[in-house]
Structure formats: structure tokens, C-alpha cells
Nanobody, 140 residues
Framework: QVQVVESGGGLVHSGGSLKLSCRIFGAKLEDYQLAWFREAPGKEREGIACITQHGVTTYYSDSVKGRFTISRDNAKSTVLLQMNSLLPEDTAIYYC?????????????????????????????????WGQGTQVTVSS
């Protein structure tokens, strides 16, 4: 059984940095496309970063582009999200999602390359594997 476990959340001041980790258990990370989503209080869960199976291509939402970096270390079965220049509006629960490449819509299952935007969570929530989330709080 595949399990996805996030860690690294916490409380940070505005302008600070955090690094989130996502580990995959029960499967080979190299077989998966991976993404980070986040859910702020009272808002829909949204995709913010995605990395393709071989790590060649990454996608970001406009809200985090230039501040966040997604990367993967297949040997350690880990996906990282480096978050810099954090803002209070980045406060949310952050979720890691993994989809086996053989079942993916395209090179990043969670991202519509034609529309250049992440798919709504309602369309992908029942696909792939999701973690329980890690809380990130940014104080002003």
C-alpha cells in the first residue's frame, strides 16, 4: 500500500523560509509524478507546484512562482518544496500528491499544460495518493 507523508511545516515570520518534505512509502518514487497542493482556511485546495516523473520539468502557480521550488530525490524517495519569501497568505495546510506515471493524463497529471494552470482539486482528489498534510503558518 502506497503511503504519502508530509513534514516540515511550522510557524515562520513573513519573509522567512521553510522546506517541506514528502516521502513515499510502499512504492518507487521514480515511477511517480508529484505535486504540492495547499488549502487555506475557507478556500478550495489548490495546486501550487508539480514535478514530472524524471524531474526535467516543473510547473508552478502564479501565486508561488519565483518563491517556491519543487525538487525530487528518487534515491531518498523524497520530494521537497523550498519556500522562500513567505507571506501571510501562504498560510495553509500543504499536501503532497503522487500519481503513477502510467495513469497520468500528461507529463504532470495535476497541471493542464494547454490552459497553463493546475486542475481543480475536485477533478483530481480521487486520483493518485495523498498525504495528510502539514500546517504552515506565516505571521505578519
Amino acid at each position: 500500500q502506497v503511503q504519502v507523508v508530509e513534514s516540515g511545516g511550522g510557524l515562520v515570520h513573513s519573509g522567512g523560509s521553510l522546506k517541506l518534505s514528502c516521502r513515499i512509502f510502499g512504492a518507487k518514487l521514480e515511477d511517480y509524478q508529484l505535486a504540492w497542493f495547499r488549502e487555506a482556511p475557507g478556500k478550495e485546495r489548490e495546486g501550487i507546484a508539480c514535478i514530472t516523473q524524471h524531474g526535467v520539468t516543473t510547473y508552478y502557480s502564479d501565486s508561488v512562482k519565483g518563491r517556491f521550488t519543487i525538487s525530487r530525490d528518487n534515491a531518498k524517495s523524497t520530494v521537497l518544496l523550498q519556500m522562500n519569501s513567505l507571506l501571510p497568505e501562504d498560510t495553509a495546510i500543504y499536501y503532497c500528491a503522487a500519481t503513477h506515471a502510467s495513469r497520468a493524463r500528461e507529463e504532470c497529471h495535476y497541471y493542464n499544460t494547454y490552459a497553463q494552470e493546475f486542475l481543480p482539486h475536485t477533478l483530481v482528489r480521487d486520483t493518485g495518493h495523498w498525504g495528510q498534510g502539514t500546517q504552515v503558518t506565516v505571521s505578519s
